[in-house]
């Protein structure tokens, strides 16, 4: 059966992938899927510098806006809405760009994870999350380390979520994460994928991070936070836990100052993007693009080439 086909856009926050992947989009005249765990969420905006409807320019964006602040979304749940999305954007004759945040959900998805069928518990959830809050998150590793050493051995400490989730599925049905891959079984993506990563220096990019931050600020972050909060949004769900949500959630509360909110912002972000290039790692099928070399017409019309190189496209 033929492979369905995919464009990936990936790199680490404030790297400009929302630029390219809409200029993109408008070239081949197709329809962008979000692959950012945040972007889901009604009313995270700023925080999450989701694009806005004067960025999207008029292209269509999937696996935004479609959740409410009190809701769970997992790994699982994006492969449900993103699969036949994909199938869809296909039949219809275009190829679909994911334009991705969360490595985790696009490597699972590209490479074909299987998850099993185990339920989410959401009170153990936040028994564990509360553990890792008081004694640290080495302490709820070393209980998945206890039950499930092989599971442990696959996961870093950095990869939380995943951590609590074996812990989670061996609570709830002693069963272990699927481990069943298709890249790894079978040395080929379950898509037709042309993949884009977009680097920049260090120096560079935690500029833009700091930059990114600043503006955030000025355009209304605490506004957004604090209607957040008054319209009962609680620290430990999973929508608060998006970078810089619960940063300003502890200045509104009056746990920490502002300039200290912002300062943790700014480190949180450039710790984020340091995990992200640590699963960029996992990922040799990327075609990687150093965008300081390039300006953005450059940067497109490359980018544009070896998309229709890679699927035998003459032009669009």
């Known amino acids: 059966m033929e492979k369905s086909k995919l464009i990936v856009i990936l ?10 992947s809409i200029d993109l989009a408008q070239k081949l005249s197709t329809e962008i899927i979000s692959g950012d ?5 009604k009313g995270f905006d700023i925080g999450t510098a989701k694009p806005t409807i004067e960025e999207m320019n008029g292209v269509k964006h999937h696996i935004i806006d479609i959740l409410e602040p009190w809701e769970n979304f997992n790994v699982s749940d994006f492969h449900d809405k993103v699969k036949p999305l994909i199938k869809q954007i296909n039949d219809e004759g275009n190829i679909p760009i994911l334009a991705g945040g969360t490595g985790l959900y696009v490597k699972s998805l590209l490479e074909g994870y299987i998850f099993n069928e185990t339920s989410g518990d959401v009170e153990y959830r936040h028994h564990l999350e509360q553990l890792a809050d008081e004694h640290g998150r080495e302490y709820v590793y070393k209980m998945l380390q206890e039950v499930d050493p092989q599971t442990a051995q696959r996961l870093h400490i950095n990869n939380f979520n995943r951590i609590i989730r074996a812990l989670e599925v061996y609570h709830l049905g002693k069963e272990q994460i699927s481990q069943k891959n298709h890249y790894e079984l079978t040395g080929k993506l379950v898509y037709d994928a042309y993949i884009v990563g977009l680097k920049r220096s260090r120096q560079n990019l935690y500029d833009r991070i700091n930059q990114r931050v600043d503006i955030m600020m000025d355009n209304g972050f605490i506004d957004e936070v604090k209607s957040l909060l008054q319209n009962g949004a609680e620290i430990d769900w999973q929508s608060m836990k998006g970078i810089g949500y619960r940063e300003i959630a502890n200045y509104l509360n009056g746990n920490i100052d502002l300039n200290t909110a912002v300062y943790e912002m700014k480190k949180a972000t450039r710790h984020f993007a340091k995990r992200q290039f640590t699963w960029y790692k996992k990922m040799p099928y990327i075609s990687w693009y150093d965008v300081e070399q390039l300006d953005e017409d450059d940067l497109l019309s490359k980018v544009l080439k070896d998309c229709l190189i890679h699927f035998n496209m003459e032009t669009v």
């Open 37 to 41: 765990s945040m972007l889901v969420y």
């Open 11 to 20: 790199g680490p926050t404030a790297v400009g992938k929302t630029k390219l």
